[in-house]
């Protein structure tokens, strides 16, 4: 027989019947009422492999043995039945399972058996279970190692079972991305041992690079490390089970595998490392808008898959792919609207650290509700949803354009409210789609195709700029922008926002006159009398 299993603990059946006589006390009843009694089926060894030894695609030789399995089937729907193992002493019951996942188990297992039951090569049924990466699956131990992954995912949407030939690659390459999230959370600096040595290199640069005194940076802040909530606050607690609340969970058909799918679309596929990239983006935003509509309005109209990427930057919408994931989506969306194109990564989680470390500021949920001429783009971790699935979105003009669950691409109201709530938000680049306010008639600049060099302000009138501010500026308060503007020849000035966007209001007090553009500014109007 081609797939063997060793013997089990010699008290191992009779811990498993008497727990089911006590724990399925239904199916004892029935069977003694004349009904099928409750079969065990011969034991699987269990094996554990911890996060420390997924260091290399060689992990196997260091999965132990934790005990054994046993499939229970009879009337009523198949469970499992799992004994510990102890290296001194009598084994002992652990756990009785049944569900989706008991499920899972027993198709794994009769899959494995049609496949490679008269297989010419030897193989030794195993159970690896690998915990702190949400993965288990049937191995078949052998010359060539065969998987069948049995990881659950949300209720409904359960892929067919298959083969899963690139499990090891996958175990390795989401253990790597665990660990260095890990390591991030534990080298975030803590703000009251830092804040003294920061404050001071904050006002030694902003002096350098504003020309101001040190007693006009009274109200330098800072962020919260890693694009996350302020220090001190909490983050964002992890969201109940519901689909509204887990845009990128699939529905049913929308995910080949879904081990696999949520793999892609956490850690996406591999790829060549990021160039650096400035730290705001200049983003065609109509080409972007128009790689949406192509999506939405194709034949067949692509549609969401958890896993699914686009091929290359010339990939016809409907023609070269039908379905596309969130971050598949995302990196597509900014590499048609950038040039040359971005080295965006793939994966919602690898790009978000991607976002951090190219040193893209942070931003808020909240913020994202303006429509300030700013395109953000925001992450929801996969810790956070009831799927183990992150999500990314770009927003502009307070909405989305993103690629979700049930639908595909599409764009939506961004409401900072529900899943959006617990999103880390960063600004990513200016809109250079930007088309002005109905409460704005009269735009003298906008950051569209090519900003004028030259603009004109009159004496009296009063005006609206939006400024996305760069580099030390972020930290300077809102004060010191009033000054700055007042030193220009402004009057009346209101300043309003925090970090990167501020809006201005002011009148201005000199002659009529023509001056250039400034670079900060992403859009100014009139305001009407």
């Not at 079969?39 to 054994?68: C, E």
């Not at 899959?111 to 090569?121: E, M, S, V």
């Not at 919408?317 to 994931?325: A, E, K, L, S, Y």
Request: charged content about 15%; some cysteine; hydrophobic content about 40%.
């Amino acid at each position: 027989m081609a797939i063997t299993t060793p013997p089990g603990p010699a008290l191992g059946t009779q811990i498993v019947g008497r727990a089911v006589n006590d724990l399925m006390a239904d199916r004892a009843a029935a069977a003694v009422a004349g009904g099928a009694a409750p079969q065990v089926s011969q034991p699987i060894p269990r094996y554990l492999v911890k996060l420390s030894d997924l260091t290399d695609v060689n992990f196997l030789a260091k999965a132990v043995q934790i005990g054994w399995r046993y499939l229970i089937v009879g009337a009523g729907p198949v469970a499992v039945a799992d004994v510990k193992q102890v290296q001194s002493g009598a084994p002992s019951f652990d756990s009785l399972i049944h569900g989706d996942f008991a499920d899972r188990v027993a198709q794994a297992a009769d899959l494995a058996a049609r496949q490679y039951g008269a297989h010419p090569d030897e193989f030794e049924a195993r159970i690896l279970e690998i915990p702190s990466i949400y993965l288990s699956a049937l191995w078949l131990r052998g010359r060539r190692d065969v998987f069948f992954s049995t990881s659950q995912g949300p209720s409904g949407s359960q892929p067919p079972l298959q083969e899963d030939p690139s499990f090891i690659l996958r175990a390795v390459r989401a253990a790597a991305a665990k660990r260095d999230a890990m390591q991030r959370v534990n080298n975030m600096p803590n703000p009251e041992e830092t804040g003294l040595q920061g404050a001071v290199s904050v006002l030694i640069k902003a002096a350098l690079s504003l020309n101001e005194t040190a007693r006009q940076l009274g109200e330098v802040k800072r962020d919260a490390p890693s694009g996350g909530p302020a220090a001190g606050q909490p983050g964002p607690a992890p969201l109940p089970a519901a689909s509204d609340n887990d845009p990128a969970a699939p529905l049913a058909g929308e995910a080949d595998d879904l081990s696999t799918g949520r793999d892609l679309a956490n850690f996406g596929e591999p790829t060549a490392g990021a160039a650096a990239t400035p730290a705001l983006l200049t983003l065609d935003m109509g080409k972007v808008r128009a790689f949406l509509q192509a999506c939405m309005n194709s034949t067949p109209r692509v549609t969401y898959g958890l896993g699914k990427k686009i091929p290359s930057l010339s990939s016809v919408p409907g023609r070269d792919f039908t379905q596309v994931d969130c971050s598949g989506f995302v990196r597509q969306a900014l590499r048609l609207g950038t040039s040359p194109p971005v080295a965006f990564p793939d994966g919602s989680v690898v790009q978000h650290d991607w976002v951090d470390k190219q040193g893209f500021a942070k931003s808020t949920p909240a913020a994202a509700l303006q429509s300030d001429g700013l395109v953000r783009i925001a992450f929801l971790r996969p810790q956070d949803t009831s799927s183990h699935i992150g999500h990314v979105v770009l927003i502009s003009g307070a909405r989305t354009l993103e690629s979700h669950g049930g639908v595909g691409p599409d764009s939506r109201a961004w409401t900072a409210t529900s899943w959006q709530a617990s999103t880390f938000v960063y600004v990513l680049a200016r809109d250079t789609a930007v088309a002005g306010s109905d409460a704005m008639p009269r735009t003298l600049a906008l950051a569209g195709a090519a900003p004028p060099a030259t603009f004109t302000v009159q004496h009296g009138h009063r005006y609206r700029a939006t400024l996305a501010l760069e580099g030390i500026e972020q930290f300077a308060g809102n004060a010191m922008v009033e000054g700055k503007l007042q030193g220009y020849g402004f009057i009346n000035v209101h300043v309003t926002g925090s970090g990167v966007t501020r809006v201005a209001e002011a009148s201005w007090n000199g002659p009529d006159m023509t001056g250039q553009l400034d670079s900060r500014i992403v859009s100014v109007v009139e305001i009407p009398a």
